[in-house]
């Protein structure tokens, strides 16, 4: 069993950062890609970046340039800094591991959510 436990959501004005973290727990073997995603209501998950074990990132368009994705392998542990940010990036933020459970068990992997608002 893997458990993600997100923190670091809350309220921030336009312009402002946020850190979230998002941590695995639980018998496993290694960690793959990591991620975080985002939903609205009414809309559907929508990638936000991914990192590679080795580092290698991933960001959606309306990210770029505004948050930063990294990880600490030995903490097994996942960081999303989030930089200007504006009113349309409010949302559930969930994390997500693909995780090696054995030698041929893998399992894709979501945390509970935590929300982000930008508001003034």
């Known amino acids: 069993q893997v458990q993600l436990v997100e923190s670091g959501g809350g309220l921030v004005q336009p312009g402002g950062s946020l850190r979230l973290s998002c941590a695995a727990s639980?018998?496993?073997?290694?960690?793959?890609?990591m991620g975080w995603y985002r939903q609205t209501p009414g809309k559907e998950r929508e990638l936000v970046a991914t990192?590679?074990?080795?580092?290698?990132?991933n960001y959606a368009d309306s990210v770029q340039g505004r948050f930063t994705i990294s990880r600490d392998n030995a903490r097994n542990t996942v960081y999303l800094q989030m930089n200007s940010l504006k009113p349309e990036d409010t949302a559930v933020y969930y994390c997500?591991?693909?995780?090696?459970?054995?030698?041929?068990?893998?399992?894709?992997?979501w945390g509970q959510g935590t929300q982000v608002t930008v508001s003034s």
């Open positions: 997500n591991a693909v995780v090696q459970r054995s030698n041929w068990d893998w399992s894709n992997d």
């Open positions: 639980g018998s496993f073997f290694s960690i793959d890609a």
């Open positions: 990192i590679s074990r080795g580092s290698t990132t």
